[in-house]
């Protein structure tokens, strides 16, 4: 399978599987990665889901040696890789990726849809786009922009440059850069914790979040105000509340 999927507890890892490749997209596998997306968004038990590559690589992006055969780019990229990137960014659990070799392209795109990214320090991103002569897709213009401004967005995605881990964490475009040996166990580690947490406040609290880079302070304000009435009807609501009360440490169930 080009998809895997395993669970451990209530942490979903999804594993791009064409290591041959860099895991670069094919067109099965842009369907297999949506499907299962649908599944583990859709999962009540998965309170937490990682996103990694195979072998040495996290995904080089598009597999060019299919690009030929595609007939309409707009509507795959609408259809397909658009989809994904909403998939990911809007799934209402948080969302980490593991990116532990070359990301780069569409795979870039994957990665700055996650929530967040924990970088191997031998790992690096690039938008290559503009290296074969084509433009930003799959998210990477919108998520360069919310991350490291304009004036540096345009400068990565006019050079097509590679940044390293270290720099990726210091322009703000991920978490931390982790040695190989120890990236599996620290990205482990911070999906249990995120699945440990108010499964139901951290959905919305990501939505706040990614709707507040594009409303204003006021909207934003008033979109708080909403979304606080749901979480405070929420059972690890009241679980925080007694829990904090008795001076004890929480336990949420997610719901």
């Not at 990214?117 to 690039?126: G, I, K, N, Q, T």
């Not at 040996?181 to 999906?191: G, M, N, S, Y």
Request: with cysteine; aromatic share 4%; proline share 3%.
């Amino acid at each position: 399978m080009e998809i895997l999927l395993r669970r451990d507890g209530n942490v979903a890892t999804v594993t791009l599987n064409r290591p041959d490749r860099f895991n670069a997209l094919t067109s099965e596998m842009r369907v297999l990665l949506r499907d299962v997306l649908d599944d583990v968004g859709g999962d009540d038990d998965v309170r937490a889901v990682v996103l990694t590559g195979a072998g040495r690589g996290f995904c080089s992006g598009q597999d060019l040696r299919d690009f030929g055969e595609i007939e309409d780019v707009t509507d795959v990229i609408r259809s397909e890789y658009n989809v994904i990137i909403d998939r990911l960014a809007t799934m209402r659990k948080p969302v980490v990726a593991w990116v532990n070799g070359p990301c780069a392209g569409a795979g870039l795109g994957l990665a700055l849809a996650c929530d967040l990214r924990v970088l191997s320090e031998d790992a690096f991103l690039s938008c290559a786009f503009s290296a074969i002569g084509l433009v930003p897709d799959s998210g990477v213009s919108s998520g360069l922009v919310r991350l490291v401004g304009y004036e540096r967005a345009f400068e990565l995605a006019a050079t097509a440059r590679r940044v390293s881990a270290a720099e990726a964490v210091a322009l703000g475009l991920a978490l931390e850069a982790v040695p190989a040996a120890d990236i599996e166990a620290r990205v482990a580690t911070l999906a249990a914790t995120l699945a440990a947490g108010p499964t139901v406040a951290l959905g919305l609290t990501k939505a706040l979040l990614r709707e507040a880079g594009v409303e204003s302070a006021a909207a934003s304000a008033d979109r708080e105000a909403v979304v606080q009435a749901q979480a405070l009807a929420t059972a690890d609501h009241r679980e925080g509340v007694q829990a904090f009360l008795a001076k004890r440490s929480p336990v949420f169930e997610g719901r």
